[in-house]
Structure formats: C-alpha cells, structure tokens
C-alpha cells in the first residue's frame, strides 16, 4: 500500500499556503516545498516515477563509464578526503580489478559475473576467507559511491553476492591448577 500525503507546511502573512512533498528515494529523502497544490503532486508524481524506474533497473541520469576510469577516479577522491586504506585499496584494485575489467562499462556487470571474477582470484591467489570478503567489500563500496555520489550506476550487484564465513578460532582452554591438565 503506498501512502502518500500533501502536507501544508504553514501559512504565510498574506494568507497563501506552502505544501511541502517528501519521498524517499535510494539516495535519501527528498522534500520540495511548493505554492501550488498541483506543483507538489505534479513533483511527486515525477519523483514516484523515477523511483520505480530505478526499482527496474532504469535510470534516465546514468553516466556511462568503464571499471577502469571510475576505480581511478575514485582511489583519488580517497586519496584526497585522507581515508586510511586508500593505498590497500589502489593495491587490490591495480593488481586485480582494473587489469580484467578496465573498458567494462560499471554497470553493466552483473552479480554472477563479480562471482566468477572474485572465485577465479580467491582460487588463483589462495585467499582466505577474510580476504575474499575484503574485496567484495571494497567493491561493494565502490558501487554504493557510484549510485549514490555519481550516478554511474543504478543498482549494487555485490548486495547479491554472498559473504564467505570467516569462522572463529576455538576458545582456548584454561586451567586453574596442574591438576586439571591430567
């Protein structure tokens, strides 16, 4: 069931109404306040539309862009902002992602392609677990950057693709006395 509501935000000196209109959308809650009752539905109307095109995987305002350049692009931003892990990040994605998938467009990889790639490089280069799901991470923050700062791409591909359990190590067992090792 979809609600939705026109809200009257408050009235101004002269007499007239401000609606304001909220919907929430994959990258945050959208609000407009308006004049006119038909501009807020007319928005909402717009705004309603895009989301379910993006539910579909139809974005009107993507940017096509390859792996490569976007990887780029954005191991500088984390450069720049002075994030701690940008050089293990440029590492993984130099030695491993870039090289396989340079002129891919972003989005149009889908989750069993980042599957396969993760399994032929897990298998290749013996990683553990731990690792395994440090790389799907770091792929899973690229893409969630991409819809969400540059619209380059429309929906998350890693979000399907399973984490490996990273296990625990087994309690050690402690003795009080000699007494209890025997």
């Known amino acids: 069931m979809k609600r939705s509501y026109t809200k009257v935000s408050y009235k101004r000196k002269d007499g007239s109404k401000s609606y304001r209109k909220t919907i929430r959308m994959s990258d945050g809650v959208k609000q407009e306040n308006f004049t006119r009752i038909e501009d807020a539905n007319k928005w909402y109307a717009n705004k309603l539309r895009d989301k379910e095109l993006f539910r579909a995987g ?30 293990q990040d440029s590492s993984r994605l130099r030695t491993y992602y870039i090289p396989i ?12 392609k980042w599957e396969y790639i993760f399994q032929r490089i897990s298998d290749s280069q013996c990683f553990s677990n731990a690792t395994y799901n440090r790389h799907r991470s770091l792929i899973h923050k690229i893409y969630n950057d991409a819809i969400k700062k540059s619209k380059a791409a429309v929906f998350n591909p890693i979000a399907s693709v399973e984490r490996r359990h990273e296990g625990t190590k087994p309690a050690w067992d402690y003795f009080a006395s000699p007494l209890e090792i025997k």
């Open 58 to 87: 139809i974005s009107p305002e993507i940017k096509v862009v390859s792996f490569g350049d976007y990887a780029r692009e954005w191991i500088k931003k984390r450069e720049e902002s002075g994030n701690p892990t940008w050089r």
């Open 101 to 112: 998938l340079e002129d891919t467009v972003l989005s149009s990889i889908n989750p069993e």
